[in-house]
């Protein structure tokens, strides 16, 4: 879509991107921007009080929606994909990080979508390289595909310059395609059928459970071990508006901030799988650790001495401009743990002892190895269901007496 929307060059098309949003997203506005098109973000402060202009002339303009981040968990406003296109605006529905645990009906949003963009990765965990553009067809016929290789044309003159591209969606399936993977698409996807309504009880109980729990680690001091940014904590939390994942940093007993990568890396000694830095979502991250300043305040140099666009003599004068900007790609960012299809209340669980482990712990490096998490032994549902577990948060018995009824109608998921 990026690459074949059709902007009206010297007219008055828009691009218009939300802050909370993947790379993926981002990068659409590099062709917008040699198009000629006005690039515009929605600020997160705002995202659901966007207002739109209908652009003049008719000029070609697209609105692109996040359904649900994949840094934040803020899941997107999806009416006011009708309202842009009530204005004239073609839709793009990113949906790869809702699709997994959301049911989406396009009928329902009253064909208000052109195109969404799904991934199978991130749907049930394999394989990667496998997604999805669901399109309309009279959208489809509105891109104009800027080049083409085997697969995709009919017909090549060579010499000479002609060639017929072929209709439809072969158009845009060039090369080889991957059936070597596509053979799990199909059991994929009834997997994923059979458990989705499931998921919308399981996972909003692992989110209590887990935010509750953090909430509730504390220093000797009084200050808290972990700083949840999005959801902000148990009270802020609710499945409509949020996915099933937490961006946090963890704190040391003075309130300085431990390193997410550091963090990242004693998660890996436990055997816990966390995501640490920007997760490709530079809105988000600097968003919610307050750092938009010092992001938009790089010099980012695009062209090199000998006028030439994006060179690595570009990159190492950006680097040499700009003090803090290593730091920032290091070290920077937030600690992110989510549920998804195969989660249940031991891994909930687990991930709260590890972060007990950080209690009244100032560092998480020591002569350049990591210390403070020692490795987990996995607690088991029975164990969580006698609440063993300690410093659970109040009224969690009704949270596992649901989460017990779960279990029965999940099994093959919850073990």
Partial sequence: ??????????????????????????????????????????????PGKQTFKAPEDGAESLFVLTGQSNLSGLKGNLSLLAEAKSHGYNTLLDAAALAPTTAISLRSLNNSVDAMAISLYKLIGYPTGIGCLVVRKEFLTKLQKPWFSGGSVLVVQAPNMGRLLLDGHERWEDGTVNFLSLIAVPRGLQILHNHLPTLAQRLPHLMHFTLSSLASLKHANGKPVVDMHSPAGPD?????????????????????????????????????????????NPGASTTLTGMEDMLNGFDMKRIDAEGKEDTPASVTESYAENEDMEWFIRDGGVVRMGFGLASNISDAATFVEFARTFVNVSQATKDGKTVGAPKL???TEGEILRDELPAAPKKSGSVFAKLRGLR????????
């Fill in 1 to 46: 879509v990026a690459e074949a929307y059709p902007y009206s060059r010297g007219a008055d098309s828009k691009l218009i991107l939300p802050t909370d949003a993947h790379n993926s997203v981002n990068g659409m506005r590099e062709f917008a921007i040699k198009a000629g098109a006005q690039v515009t973000y929605v600020p997160m402060e705002a």
């Fill in 236 to 280: 802020q939390y609710s499945p409509a508006t949020h996915g099933a994942l937490i961006s946090m940093s963890f704190l040391k007993p003075n309130g300085e901030r431990f390193l997410p990568h550091d963090i990242e890396n004693a998660a890996s000694l436990a055997n816990i799988h966390v995501r640490a830095g920007c997760l490709c």
């Fill in 377 to 379: 032994q996995k607690i």
């Fill in 408 to 415: 029965r109608r999940t099994s093959v998921l919850m073990h």
